[in-house]
């Protein structure tokens, strides 16, 4: 089902690149438009869908939380404490700040337990030792279970040139990271570097999938030769005793894009949807991953009913809600404009839940006052050539 709904409180703060972490029934947004306000000084909200109404409502943060900037497109993953349990924590990894700086921390974020019938999340920090990864963004981040153990394998990726190669002309020129697979021991914080003769060239905004000791790499956009590889990467890791096992597998596949959505609609079935198949050509075709123990299975499915304005916009974000359900957006043309919100907004839903139930009202039924945020200090969309332009050209 397709469903376009109402922006309300705060949505003005949606912006390209935003992330949603799914803990049961609670929904919260991050990424702001801007820095956050007194409102709202934490910068995540509650993501309130009632009744085809879109609200963001201001959440709090314990008071022994570290500091969370809005990141755009940062690296999110769900972790559990055992294999398909319940989502305890997220992590979150790298992302632009409002100022355009890129981030190299990793952040473990949980849901506290309801004071006053206001829940309020619990954001740390964790240092990494080792190949710490660099700072980056558009990369991708997965948990994966092998003899009982977890890791974490994070892939991907953009930044910016080397300190020692930026000049005045190219001060905001971002590059394709290193092809590396990292290996990150949450228990501990080492981090381990993996340089694999299959994975050639450096991606980002890629899909990653895992099940089990495997995670499968769809997609991605390669600067340096802008390419869109229709390849499938599966990564396998085994963690025995001692040294960790990394190894890459190369599986043809017609499928070619960047910067689509996935969600999950059962343990071994996920959904590809959005995304670009070139940079002037969206991706209006849904994929279904079916994943067993040795075995992948890509098939296109049914596609939605797409509204005129969904089929004429250039450009179209989101993410992923979770129970099949994802949260996209698109640019509001000139008639339409508003002052309140510049983004149509719907929820495409591919699960058997009705994703207006997936979120709760934080008990209170007054009203938010909207945040005005800061707005952000200027911001360039870069081509492949490394030339700047103005949002408006």
């Known amino acids: 089902t397709l469903q376009i709904v109402t922006p309300g409180s705060n949505t003005s703060l949606i912006q390209p690149g935003f992330s949603l972490l799914d803990f049961g029934s609670h929904v919260f947004y991050l990424g702001q438009k801007g820095w956050p306000k007194r409102s709202c000084p934490t910068g995540v909200f509650l993501l309130d869908l009632k009744n085809n109404d879109l609200k963001l409502r201001p959440t709090t943060f314990t008071s022994d939380s570290c500091y969370l900037p809005p990141l755009r497109h940062p690296a999110v993953c769900s972790f559990s404490a055992s294999q398909g349990g319940e989502?305890?924590?997220?992590?979150?990894?790298?992302?632009?700040?409002?100022?355009?700086?890129?981030?190299?921390?990793?952040?473990?974020m949980t849901m506290a337990f309801p004071v006053n019938k206001r829940f309020s999340l619990c954001c740390s920090e964790k240092d990494l030792a080792g190949d710490v990864p660099e700072a980056k963004y558009g990369h991708?981040?997965?948990?994966?279970?092998?003899?009982?153990?977890?890791?974490?394998?994070?892939?991907?990726?953009?930044?910016?040139?080397?300190?020692?190669?930026?000049?005045?002309?190219?001060?905001?020129?971002?590059?394709?990271?290193?092809?590396?697979v990292y290996l990150i021991d949450l228990q501990f914080g080492c981090s381990t570097s993996f340089?694999?003769?299959e994975l050639q060239d450096g991606l980002s905004f890629h899909v990653s999938l895992a099940r089990n000791d495997t995670v499968y790499i769809f997609g991605g956009h390669s600067l340096g030769n802008n390419f869109r590889p229709p390849n499938v990467y599966k990564i396998k890791v085994g963690l025995p005793l001692g040294s960790p096992a990394v190894s890459c597998t190369v599986i043809n596949s017609k499928l070619s894009f960047?910067?689509?959505?996935?969600?999950?609609?059962?343990?071994?079935e996920f959904v590809i949807v959005g995304g670009y198949e070139s940079d002037s050509q969206k991706r209006m075709i849904c994929n279904g991953v079916f994943l067993d123990d040795e075995t992948i299975d890509i098939q296109e499915i049914e596609t939605p009913d797409?509204?005129?304005?969904?089929?004429?916009?250039?450009?179209?974000?989101?993410?992923?809600?979770?129970?099949?359900?994802?949260?996209?957006?698109?640019?509001?043309?000139?008639?339409?404009?508003s002052a309140d919100c510049s983004f149509f907004f719907y929820v495409l839903n591919f699960g058997n839940n009705d994703p207006a139930l997936q979120t709760c009202s934080q008990g209170s039924t007054e009203e938010q006052e909207d945040s005005m945020p800061l707005e952000d200090s200027e911001e360039f969309t870069f081509n492949r050539d490394g030339n700047i332009f103005d949002e408006d050209t």
């Open 195 to 197: 340089n694999l003769r």
């Open 258 to 268: 960047s910067s689509s959505i996935v969600t999950q609609t059962s343990p071994d």
């Open 87 to 108: 989502i305890t924590q997220y992590l979150i990894h790298g992302g632009k700040t409002p100022n355009n700086e890129i981030s190299h921390k990793l952040y473990i």
């Open 306 to 337: 797409w509204t005129g304005e969904i089929k004429h916009s250039k450009t179209w974000f989101g993410a992923n809600m979770g129970k099949g359900a994802v949260l996209f957006g698109i640019p509001v043309d000139n008639k339409h404009q």
């Open 140 to 180: 991708s981040m997965n948990v994966v279970f092998s003899r009982g153990k977890t890791a974490v394998v994070m892939f991907g990726g953009r930044s910016y040139m080397p300190s020692n190669q930026r000049t005045t002309e190219n001060w905001n020129n971002v590059i394709d990271c290193e092809p590396l």
